[in-house]
């Protein structure tokens, strides 16, 4: 069986293309009014020390997403 | 006419700068997003008839976190006449999602572009002004909102335009051709609403797209009308397999890029810079060594190299200078001695004390404002997050715990920005550990006096009060005391700023400015009180002069000793210090300061012999201050969060409970195995409390497995 990636597993460097977003109503949405609607492009910058949360560039500008939100964003 | 004109806009967009200058007003400006917590009100400078109102920054209208119902609140309540929407060049699409929203509202509102200048730095970047102003209906400008005259002029204008403003009554921004099928559907369903107009209908409809639950449910519809949208509110949801407000955030983006792309050009904001630095700072092995050295090296050069030196002249001024001159001024006025005694050993030696710290007090809030103004402090709360999430805290936790360090009302302000209400109330329960300006004379007090001045000793209370924040948060979260939500870390990191001098300096001044109006008020009145009751008391039956050890303050303080003997000052001095830093921390360096006036040399040290038996005494009284209750205005403050009184009492009791645990520990097993004090009964009880601490940290580790 095919494991659905999410933004977790990207790497550094990496374009990645939002397939969807899963998760609660009120995160998904807070997720997805932060420029993170399906179909978009982010850009994996890099992780904080201890992997988590992660740096990523998407619709112009630097937003930081913690582990929570990143599984849910799948790729 | 008096017009009210509301500053809405994303976080960090440059609002209150522009209200700065607008206003002639100074708020702080911070580089984080959620400076602005609560709403500030002012007048356009030179005309007391237009109202400025700069609200908490936002990034859309559903009420997630407490500054956007601040916001939210205020547009829907109070009605303002007119938006300014205040939209960062550096990202335009994320701004747009906001303009949008407000746009539906049918509000008159003007869409002010900021940070142009910072863009243009980057490249050759054109915002086709004309042509956005008629993409959104909505006048389109832009201002350098650091000019204050620019900001002026072109506020006028608008104001000018207020009124006339010309829009085109018909247009709406339409999305996609299905979506906007549905959008009419509902508005047709509104059949009960006929006198409205079409734009007022539609923003019904979109109302009920976003599920706004809250608006929705201060309008009076007919059930059949409610049940119809329904319908067509699930039809959509099954046609494109996904809730109405997903669907409607996904069709405001494709709208935006649209707008963008035929408006712009070039407008790609480079954060090469910030992300070579971000690269060092937030790197995997260096970030931690980072974060210490930078903060060590603050307190360092606050505490020890700068400010010692400064506080110690002032302190010796002040007791061979100004002191005995006063004293000698007063003889030659013959005014009575108890007066004299009262100005001299009352008030010179309590607020003196105090006022000494104005060296340390200045330069720490000058280094945490540059800290806060280049970006680092954002950066800070990115690499703690995934730790402190470990001991029930998150990234945002350590901006309050750094705010904290200036003052705990600020800190427990910040707590505003944190979502997930479990880590709020820990983060709150703990912010007030970190030695605050007012505790970090009480520290210099005792190191320099017990301990004589070495810097150790400052670095191991701020050790402790950092280990007691992870040990509470572990134990707070392992006993689930509050209630339990998912962690949540979504924040913007702004590019790197170079540190704007004015804001510094206003937000420096104008915290040294209330530690001295403190000092002038609170302590003041606190050294009178203090003085009164230590010399003043019933002897034989008469009310009169008495020696200290008979005075009022000496009996309430030996009421209480006896609660305090485990920790290692069980004598009314101390105990009568600690209670009067609860009005204000700066209190109990006053008491010392009244309390031992008599023990003072020429070179104003004061001998603490016969209060504390021993360092580790001293240290549990110490860490004993840092931890408890915080002073009357924190607690204020915690009360004006919570909005609860049982919450409140909560947290305090939290806060002084772990103030004796760990001060019962630094005193009976430090001073066990330094060999200051004996093993007692006490060392039983000691051990069995440590045991049960590390029960609760370590036992229920199988059931609350994640994270």
């Known amino acids: 069986m095919l494991k659905i990636k999410s933004l977790k597993d990207a790497k550094i460097n990496e374009t990645v293309i939002v397939k969807k977003i899963t998760g609660d109503a009120n995160l998904k949405n807070r997720i997805m009014e932060l420029g993170i609607t399906k179909g978009i492009k982010i850009y994996v910058k890099n992780f904080a020390p201890m992997k988590s949360p992660i740096k990523v560039f998407v619709r112009g500008y630097n937003l930081c997403l913690g582990i929570n939100e990143a599984e849910n964003i799948k790729i | ?707």
């Open chain 2, 1 to 707: 006419m008096a017009l009210k004109l509301a500053l809405f806009g994303n976080p960090n967009c440059g609002k209150t700068t522009l209200f700065n200058n607008l206003t002639a007003s100074s708020q702080y400006v911070g580089n984080w997003p959620g400076v602005t917590v609560e709403k500030k009100e002012g007048f356009l400078r030179g005309n007391k008839e237009i109202k400025i109102v700069d609200l908490p920054g936002i990034y859309s209208l559903t009420p997630y976190t407490d500054e956007e119902i601040v916001s939210r609140n205020f547009l829907f309540k109070e009605k303002p006449d007119l938006i300014l929407n205040v939209v960062s060049a550096l990202n335009l699409e994320r701004s747009f999602y906001l303009t949008l929203q407000l746009l539906e509202l049918n509000i008159p509102m003007v869409v002010v572009v900021t940070m142009m200048d910072k863009v243009k730095k980057n490249n050759k970047c054109e915002i086709d002004f004309v042509r956005l102003t008629k993409m959104l209906n909505c006048k389109v400008l832009t201002v350098n909102s650091h000019n204050a005259l620019e900001c002026l002029e072109k506020t006028r204008e608008i104001i000018n335009l207020i009124g006339n403003l010309k829009y085109d009554e018909n247009f709406n921004l339409k999305y996609s051709e299905n979506f906007e099928k549905y959008i009419e559907k509902i508005t047709q369903t509104l059949s009960s609403f006929e006198n409205l107009k079409e734009k007022e209908k539609r923003k019904i409809a979109i109302r009920f797209l976003e599920k706004d639950e809250e608006f929705l449910g201060e309008i009076e519809f007919e059930d059949e009308e409610i049940l119809k949208v329904k319908e067509i509110l699930k039809d959509i949801e099954k046609s494109y397999g996904e809730d109405t407000k997903s669907v409607l955030i996904k069709e405001r983006y494709d709208k935006i890029e649209n707008i963008v792309v035929f408006s712009t050009k070039g407008l790609d904001f480079k954060y090469d810079a910030s992300d070579k630095i971000d690269s060092i700072v937030t790197n995997k092995f260096l970030a931690f060594p980072i974060f210490i050295l930078v903060l060590g090296g603050v307190y360092y050069f606050c505490i020890n190299v700068l400010g010692k030196p400064v506080s110690d002249y002032m302190a010796c001024i002040l007791n061979e200078v100004i002191s005995p001159k006063v004293e000698e001024f007063l003889i030659g006025l013959n005014v009575s001695n108890w007066l004299i005694n009262l100005i001299v050993s009352g008030v010179f030696s309590g607020v003196g004390t105090v006022l000494i710290f104005i060296p340390q007090v200045f330069m720490l809030f000058l280094f945490l404002s540059l800290l806060e103004e280049c970006g680092y402090m954002a950066r800070v709360a990115f690499i703690l997050d995934r730790l402190f999430l470990k001991f029930g805290l998150c990234g945002k936790s350590v901006i309050s715990f750094l705010v904290s360090s200036g003052c705990g009302v600020n800190g427990i302000m910040a707590t505003k920005t944190i979502k997930n209400e479990n880590c709020r109330l820990i983060t709150m329960v703990s912010t007030t550990f970190i030695p605050c300006n007012a505790k970090i004379p009480i520290i210099v007090l005792i190191c320099s006096n017990v301990f004589r001045g070495s810097f150790f000793n400052v670095v191991l209370v701020y050790l402790i009060s950092i280990v007691s924040i992870f040990i509470v948060g572990l134990v707070l979260k392992k006993l689930n005391s509050f209630k339990r939500l998912e962690p949540s870390f979504l924040m913007e990191l702004g590019p790197y700023n170079l540190p704007n001098l004015k804001n510094t300096f206003y937000y420096t001044f104008s915290n040294l400015k209330a530690f001295i109006v403190k000092a002038g008020t609170i302590i003041f009145l606190a050294s009178i009180l203090i003085w009164f009751f230590l010399n003043y008391g019933f002897s034989n039956g008469s009310f009169g002069v008495v020696s200290q050890e008979d005075s009022i303050l000496a009996h309430i303080g030996k009421l209480l000793t006896t609660i305090f003997v485990p920790l290692g000052f069980g004598n009314w001095q101390a105990v009568v210090a600690t209670l009067s830093g609860l009005f204000a921390k700066e209190n109990v360096v006053n008491t010392f300061g009244v309390v031992l006036n008599s023990s003072k040399n020429s070179n104003g040290v004061i001998s603490f012999e016969g209060i504390f038996n021993g360092n580790f005494a001293a240290l549990s009284f110490l860490v004993f201050n840092m931890l408890c209750a915080p002073c009357l205005a924190a607690i204020a403050t915690i009360f004006k969060q919570t909005a609860s009184l049982k919450e409140t009492l909560k947290i305090i009791f939290f806060q002084t409970v772990s103030a004796y645990v760990v001060s019962l520990f630094v005193f009976q097993i430090g001073g066990l195995i330094f060999r200051e004090i004996g093993f007692t009964s006490c060392s039983i009880i000691t051990f069995l409390v440590l045991f049960l601490v590390l029960i609760i940290i370590f036992s229920f580790n199988k059931s609350n497995k994640k994270i």
